[in-house]
């Protein structure tokens, strides 16, 4: 049950942890998954967590790479208003790009919050033994990892998402480019939401090949523009069938 | 009365040390002082100049963060650590760096020698420990040598596609050759100067005292041997001065070449940009303006009557922290070697981005210095009557292919950020401009009508209830 933080005012209770869903989770069809994936995963372990519904908006992170300051102000200013009249304190989401925005840019412009990325609070929650994770339907299987830009090498978080699929017992195999040195998968600065400038090539084909000549049989990601990305590419390749592209959180929810 | 004579008393004094010292220094010395000043008062000017240019650039808040500052100059600057996430390049340009350092003590001896007319000057104050300095920079300097004829094969011979890009062609390859070149003609002083030394020590030891030269000791008997002494210290001399020159044109040459990085790194990773990696700087004007918009309060209200430019359109809309990364370039192309749009064959390469903006810098810089001095950079712009900014060096094409991924950022091994410049070129285009990118038009509209992405027909939690 995903209830809103105004229904939980509305009862005069305070969320464990707020859900940022984004506007992926709330509207793309793939990432929309994830974010239920995600909270089946946050309801089995049995946290008390809120979305803000409609009360949510757009970080602005696409708005300000694409040099609209006027259009990100307005939203980020929307938005902790929102989160300060909640007296919201620790928030979750599962895109890095609000991840990032929340966490490095919102605290200029009047909002502190405690903000954590998904696979970070997957990875508390398996330490402080909260959750447990079965192993077994990845035993053995070759997958990948794909590191975001944003949670990556903007963030430094490299390890949480690797520790999370060692724990379904899979064979983890890096990609050449991996880590500090890993190659975006073309959407970050906004240009997920415009054709890519003239070239010899689409960002998303290189990073595809780069997954698919690992032998894996599963990309694991973090961001739904990855996910869109990296699934892009593969059809691109009519490797869509044989290899898969997963959020770290689908993988775990099907190990529990 | 008295006074005249006093007058003329000092007069004559000063006149006898004058001629005293011209009797004491030779023809040579006398070359030596007259070029050497010539170098250095042109070298002044040359680094004055840079100086600034960079200082076209606009106030930065480099503060923010004092931890640590040193202990980076001290492991990225000083330490290269940066550069070993290449370990062959790493080694090779450590060579060379570690010659160039130690050099830098044999050169303060050539000074003396130079101005005084001796010969070896600190050899019988530093004993043993003069040979050890002597043999380690000629052990580095072979090093040296070889790690130069890898980094001109590199360039020349195997291509290295970071090292043939179009932004390269012409001046900028010439410039990375005409220092490997410089480079090898100075080593090749050095061992002339030494090998024609080291023979001269057996025949003369009073004159040329007694220092190992572990590399000369064979290089000398093997190249010199059975030439008359004449001829040796004939050698010996033109080595010297070979060296010499090299080195007052390389003085001269750095203000205008891509090498001013063995300068500038060191300032440039000493005032790294203190904010985190993921956040773009904050625009207060327009988070004021809009904060007022909602009717909320506005705790710095300090407006000016000038109405800003947003982002940046030319050099002095950047930091001069921007501007300090561009000369601070020396056009490696790690950053456009790792760039995922270079990569697939767009225009954008990092690297040009850098030296566009150096070269726009140089170019307004010189222009400002023709017109009247005036107060600030943007008056001393305004009184320019050019036409140009960076838009006319970097396309907009080159700009809107960045995806942030910070990758360039990342291989930097001087902490130069191109990236910062490219966001504050997109935020010049929209708010300055008001142009940008076709696709990015409805972004915009439907993130400021229906704060989503996307122009979405239902509501943003329909999701819970599918």
Request: glycine letters at 6%.
């Amino acid at each position: 049950m995903i209830k809103t933080m105004s229904e939980f005012a509305a009862s005069g209770q305070q969320p464990e942890v707020l859900y940022w869903v984004g506007c992926a989770g709330s509207f793309d069809a793939r990432a929309q998954k994830v974010a239920k994936a995600f909270c089946q995963i946050l309801d089995h372990v049995g946290i008390q967590y809120a979305v803000l519904g409609q009360e949510e908006k757009c970080t602005g992170d696409p708005a300000r790479r694409a040099g609209n300051e006027f259009v990100f102000q307005m939203l980020a200013i929307q938005n902790i208003e929102t989160l300060n009249n909640y007296n919201i304190k620790s928030i979750v989401t599962a895109c890095p790009h609000c991840f990032n925005t929340l966490k490095n840019e919102y605290p200029a412009l009047g909002g502190n919050y405690h903000v954590v990325h998904h696979s970070q609070y997957l990875q508390q929650l398996l330490d402080s033994g909260r959750l447990k994770v079965e192993g077994g339907s990845f035993k053995g299987k070759k997958i990948t990892y794909h590191d975001s830009c944003y949670l990556g090498r903007i963030n430094g978080e490299y390890t949480a998402p690797r520790e999370l699929i060692t724990t379904l017992d899979a064979d983890l195999t890096e990609m050449k480019r991996s880590k500090a040195n890993g190659l975006c998968c073309g959407a970050g600065g906004a240009q997920m939401f415009k054709e890519d400038e003239a070239g010899d090539k689409r960002i998303n084909t290189e990073r595809a090949e780069e997954a698919v000549a690992t032998g894996a049989e599963a990309i694991a990601a973090n961001c739904p523009w990855c996910i869109t990305m990296l699934t892009d590419g593969l059809k691109a390749m009519d490797k869509q069938d044989s290899v898969m592209v997963y959020d770290i959180s689908e993988l775990i929810l099907q190990n529990i | 009365m008295a006074f005249g004579i006093k007058k003329f008393r000092v007069l004559y004094h000063f006149s006898l040390i004058c001629v005293q010292t011209i009797a004491i220094l030779k023809m040579a010395s006398i070359i030596f002082i007259l070029l050497a000043s010539a170098v250095f008062y042109f070298a002044f000017k040359a680094f004055y100049t840079v100086y600034q240019n960079i200082n076209l650039g606009k106030p930065y808040d480099w503060k923010g963060q004092p931890n640590g500052r040193i202990k980076d100059v001290l492991l990225i600057a000083l330490g290269q650590k940066k550069m070993f996430d290449r370990p062959l390049a790493a080694f090779m340009h450590l060579f060379i760096y570690v010659a160039f350092l130690m050099t830098q003590v044999e050169l303060i001896e050539i000074f003396i020698d130079g101005i005084f007319g001796t010969h070896r000057f600190l050899a019988p104050y530093l004993g043993s420990f003069y040979s050890f300095i002597i043999g380690f920079i000629e052990v580095l300097s072979l090093l040296a040598f070889f790690a130069t004829l890898v980094f001109l094969s590199r360039r020349n011979l195997l291509k290295l596609p970071r090292f043939t890009k179009a932004e390269l062609l012409g001046w900028p390859s010439t410039d990375a050759n005409l220092i490997l070149l410089g480079e090898i003609l100075l080593i090749f002083g050095i061992f002339t100067m030494n090998g024609a030394d080291h023979l001269l020590q057996q025949i003369d030891p009073a004159h040329y005292p007694p220092v190992v030269l572990p590399v000369s000791s064979i290089l000398g008997p093997l190249l010199f041997n059975g030439l008359d002494t004449s001829t040796l210290v004939f050698l010996e001399r033109f080595g010297w001065w070979q060296h010499v020159i090299v080195v007052f044109g390389f003085i001269l040459y750095l203000p205008y070449s891509k090498h001013l990085h063995i300068f500038l790194a060191f300032p440039n990773v000493y005032f790294r940009d203190p904010k985190s990696r993921g956040e773009m700087e904050n625009m207060p004007a327009i988070m004021n303006e809009v904060k007022s918009m909602f009717g909320l309060p506005v705790l710095d209200n300090s407006e000016s009557e000038e109405l800003p430019v947003f982002g940046a359109g030319d050099v002095t809309d950047l930091s001069w922290k921007n501007l300090l990364d561009a000369y601070t370039c020396t056009e490696c192309g790690r950053c456009t070697s790792v760039c995922p749009a270079n990569i697939t064959g767009k225009k954008l390469s990092p690297r040009k981005i850098m030296m566009d903006v150096r070269d726009r810098a140089t170019e307004l810089g010189s222009q400002i210095k023709k017109v009247a001095p005036a107060t600030n950079a943007v008056d001393k712009k305004a009184a320019v009557s050019d036409d140009k900014n960076l838009f006319s060096y970097i396309s907009r094409e080159e700009i809107r292919a960045c995806t942030s991924c910070n990758a360039c950022v990342e291989a930097c091994p001087v902490l130069i950020n191109p990236l910062d410049i490219i966001l504050q070129m997109r935020r010049y285009e929209v708010l300055t401009e008001s142009q940008t990118a076709e696709a990015w038009t409805p972004m915009f509209t439907s993130l400021e009508n229906q704060g989503c992405v996307w122009q979405v027909p239902q509501e943003r939690d329909a999701w819970i209830h599918s």
